[in-house]
């Protein structure tokens, strides 16, 4: 494959029969990649072949979109990481990110970039509050507990005439129950309103 995800591309020619989405002369992210006859997809959703697309060009805007963490290489081999929107450092140096201005022009003592990374994030962890408290998951069990199996989804609901909410649940084959009314969004907050959750999204 010519190009990699995450490169920067724009179109080679004139794009014929996409939406108009496609706008000639923008820079876009290669998001996908497949081994389909047309294997590349852009951030914008479309897909190209490869004779139609070509590598951008990085420019001073794209580095002060890039993201805490890319890094920045000259001639002379040093790294700079960027810290905060405005800022590259490393051990020795803080550079402002107006300095970086001419990218192709040298930086002092550090020559020319010769390379910038941005990074990529793996989410290797990631905290998901749990919808149901406790005593909610020990009422619901107990109301659930002699049809458990019949049951298909769960839902909280509003009723615009009497300003509450209320519990409906839906089985499989049988009609909708729904549980008493309940004033206060403070029961049952984590659950949005008319979203259909399973039992196990529950914790049930």
């Given at each position: 494959m010519k190009f990699k995800v995450g490169d920067k591309v724009k179109f080679s020619k004139e794009i014929?029969?996409?939406?108009?989405s496609v706008k000639i002369g923008e820079i876009y992210k290669i998001i996908k990649i497949?081994?389909?006859?047309?294997?590349?997809?852009?951030?914008?959703?479309?897909w190209f072949t490869e004779e139609e697309l070509e590598l951008a060009d990085y420019t001073y805007e794209d580095l002060k979109k890039s993201p805490i963490g890319t890094k920045v290489t000259f001639e002379n081999k040093e790294v700079f990481v960027k810290d905060d929107e405005d800022t590259f450092e490393n051990l020795s140096e803080r550079l402002d990110l107006e300095d970086l201005e001419g990218l192709e022009d040298n930086h002092m003592y550090n020559g020319k970039i010769i390379k910038i990374e941005e990074p990529e994030y793996t989410t290797v962890y990631e905290y998901k509050p749990e919808i149901l408290d406790e005593a909610e998951k020990r009422y619901l069990r107990g109301v659930i507990r002699p049809f458990r199996d019949d049951v298909e989804v769960i839902r909280k609901l509003s009723s615009r005439t009497k300003g509450k909410y209320y519990i409906q649940i839906r089985y499989k084959d049988e009609p909708s129950t729904n549980l008493p009314y309940f004033e206060s969004q403070e029961m049952y907050k984590n659950m949005e309103t008319e979203k259909i959750y399973t039992l196990e999204e529950l914790g049930l």
């Open positions: 014929v029969g996409h939406t108009d497949d081994e389909s006859f047309i294997p590349y997809k852009v951030e914008n959703g479309e």
